[in-house]
Structures are given as C-alpha cells and as structure tokens.
T-cell receptor, first 109, second 113 residues
Framework: DQQVKQNSPSLSVQEGRISILNCDYT??????FLWYKKYPAEGPTFLIS?????DKNEDGRFTVFLNKSAKHLSLHIVPSQPGDSAVYFC????????FGTGTSLTVIP | DAGVIQSPRHEVTEMGQEVTLRCKPI?????LFWYRQTMMRGLELLIY????????DSGMPEDRFSAKMPNASFSTLKIQPSEPRDSAVYFC???????????FGPGTRLTVT
C-alpha cells in the first residue's frame, strides 16, 4: 500500500518552461516532505524540503508547494534546464520514511 | 569529502546463493538506512539504524534478509538464500541523528538469476 504516490511516471518539458511534478500522500501524520533528484547510476540527492507548518518553500529555480487539506505537494522548476533531466522522488516522513515511485523528467533543449 | 560508499556496485549471482552488500556511511553520521528500489514500488525503506542499533526493521521483506551494523563506519545487508525477485538496486543512506535529509550512496545493482 503506497503511502506516497507519484502518479506520473514521466514528464517532458521544453527548455525554459515550467516543470511541475506532483505527489500525493495518504497519511495526515506526515510532518516533513522532501524532494530528491536522481541521475542514472547514482544515488538520489536531496533537492528541497518543506515542513508541514509551511505551504511553500523556495530555493532558486525550485519551489515546493504543500496543500495539507488535499494531501498534495508539488515541485515547480522554472525555468527548466536540460541538466534538470532526471528522476525526481517525493518523500514523506513522520515516524517512518516513505518514498514515491518517481517521475522521470526530460527537459528538451 | 567522501560520501556514502557502497560495494559492490554490481552483483550477479545464482538463485540460492548468499549475497552480502556493504556500506560505509559518511563520517560523523550516526543514522544509517537501507533501501531497495524497484520499478513497481519505488524506494522502499528496509531498515534503519541509529547509533549502530536497529530502530525499525519492519520493511525487511522476509527472514532471508538480515542487516548488521557492527560499528559506526560499516553496515551489511545480507540475503540468504537469494531469489530472482530480490533483483533490484539497493541503496544505503546516512544522516546525522536521524535527520530527514539523507545522503545516499551510489547503490548496488543486484541481479539474481
């Protein structure tokens, strides 16, 4: 039973446009959410996080939005760059740690 | 600064054989996590240690899986006997004091034929 879901396995975006990656969760006890980025043959690397007491966190081109009532978070990348092409994992934590299945982003030059 | 180190990077073995995956966390980190990545389930937490003590092993799929952390700089994940459905990429990650921003190793790709 997936407690963190990323329903889009892949996404393609033109360079310079906005990329929006989505994530849904089921457990209202989660209090911290993270996004990780993964290149082929490498481990995931931490990208950005948000506490459940906030609804937005921004870091350069990356912004994470949290909608607690909908149990939904999203990652916005703007402008998208070819180097952003990777698999993005959403993660949620409370007493335990859960990852989604990932969304493969391709930014087309 | 060395990151999390995992060995081997690739392992191919036959069904029934014992497999041992190794991990060296980042120096100074006292929390260590073992994950398994599959296409169907994404990244699953198998077990995590804090100060060398297993805190939560509820993700370990079966008794065939076992993990140890004999000291602060080394951990192993063992599968005995291995089965084809164990084929996956296994990641080790570490953090400081259970911090939620974990640092991942490059993973071990296990293939069981």
């Amino acid at each position: 039973d997936q407690q963190v879901k990323q329903n889009s396995p892949s996404l393609s975006v033109q360079e310079g446009r906005i990329s929006i990656l989505n994530c849904d969760y089921t457990n209202s006890m989660f209090d911290y959410f993270l996004w990780y980025k993964k290149y082929p043959a490498e481990g995931p690397t931490f990208l950005i996080s948000i506490s459940s007491i906030k609804d937005k966190n921004e870091d350069g081109r990356f912004t994470v939005f949290l909608n607690k009532s909908a149990k939904h978070l999203s990652l916005h990348i703007v402008p998208s760059q070819p180097g952003d092409s990777a698999v993005y994992f959403c993660a949620a934590s409370g007493n335990q740690f859960y990852f989604g299945t990932g969304t493969s982003l391709t930014v087309i030059p | 600064d060395a990151g999390v180190i995992q060995s081997p990077r690739h392992e191919v073995t036959e069904m029934g054989q014992e497999v041992t995956l190794r991990c060296k966390p980042i120096s100074g980190h006292n929390s260590l996590f073992w994950y398994r990545q599959t296409m169907m389930r994404g990244l699953e937490l198998l077990i995590y240690f804090n100060n060398n003590v297993p805190i939560d092993d509820s993700g370990m799929p079966e008794d065939r899986f076992s993990a140890k952390m004999p000291n602060a700089s080394f951990s192993t994940l063992k599968i005995q006997p291995s089965e084809p459905r164990d084929s996956a990429v296994y990641f080790c990650a570490s953090s400081f004091n259970g911090g939620r921003e974990q640092y991942f190793g490059p993973g071990t790709r296990l293939t069981v034929t």
